[in-house]
């Protein structure tokens, strides 16, 4: 999923509507965190956020997106991203990303996390942590004076002290009006490169953090991405606007939720 389209900073009363987006997208994802355990299969969870999404008076964005045929992206252990929901059945154990996007009056959310059903092994659980806190490292960076290339740089700083790799081929991006906006955040980079960030921007920050190396490759559906080894591979995103303070989460998970 890359068409990039043109890029402005937002301006803070179109970033009140993707706060608007963003937190049902929370609500919607955090939903989906807890419906995930042994015997669900990945066309389940699909159906669950193709309601939930609908219900709120929202469109489903990721169906049809440049002929993706889903709801959700379900990507399971050594999947990376855009897994294509359909009859495997999800097994204690398993590592489970879920990768989201919805589009409300026009303005997009995008978001993802990943959780272990059932009982984490301590591979899976920590594998899970250090991809979140990457991603929380990259989400401080993004503020007004840094570049683009900091919050890249925070996020392979974090996960490679950790002893992990991070996928090199795919990016955050800037969203709005459409999915993928100029800038491309890519999860490494050099301190003080790139674009300088300004507030009004707004980026989907997500980290894709490999136990094994960084290599991936595509499978014959033309979407699932796989690790290259086979080895586990842990996704977190989160819609951030960039504000005179600071970063803001856009899509923050509801606080009673389990998985922020």
């Known amino acids: 999923m890359a ?3 043109a890029f402005r900073l937002k301006r803070p009363e179109e970033i009140e509507r993707m706060r608007v987006s963003g937190r049902i997208l929370g609500e919607c994802l955090a939903h989906l965190a807890a419906a995930v355990h042994a015997g669900v299969t990945t066309d389940d969870l699909d159906r669950e956020a193709d309601t939930f999404i609908r219900d709120h008076g929202c469109i489903p964005g990721f169906l049809g997106y440049q002929d993706y045929p889903k709801s959700l992206c379900v990507s399971v252990n050594d999947e990376v991203v855009h897994g294509i929901p359909g009859p495997r059945v999800i097994e204690d154990g398993d590592l489970v990303s879920l990768d989201c996007g919805l589009i409300l009056d026009g303005w997009w ?6 959780v272990a059903c059932g009982e984490a092994s301590p591979e899976v659980a920590r594998l899970i942590e250090v991809t ?4 929380e490292q990259g989400i401080a960076a993004a503020r007004p004076g840094n570049t683009i290339g900091d919050i890249g740089h925070a996020v392979q700083t974090y996960a490679e002290a950790h002893g992990y790799s991070l996928v090199r081929e795919y990016v955050g991006h800037g969203i709005g009006r459409n999915m993928h906006e100029p800038p491309q955040v890519p999860n490494h980079g050099q301190p003080g490169t790139g674009n300088v960030i300004k507030p009004g921007y707004v980026l989907a920050i997500e980290p894709m953090v490999n136990v094994g190396g960084p290599k991936v490759r595509v499978l014959d559906d033309g979407w699932t991405v796989v690790t290259a080894d086979h080895k586990l591979s842990c996704y977190f995103e989160h819609t951030v606007a960039v504000t005179e303070s600071g970063p803001e989460v856009l899509t923050l ?5 389990a998985i922020a």
Do not use: N
């Open 253 to 257: 998970r509801p606080a009673h939720a």
């Open 109 to 114: 959310a995008d978001s993802g996390l990943s």
């Open 3 to 5: 068409r990039i389209e």
């Open 132 to 135: 979140r806190e990457s991603l």
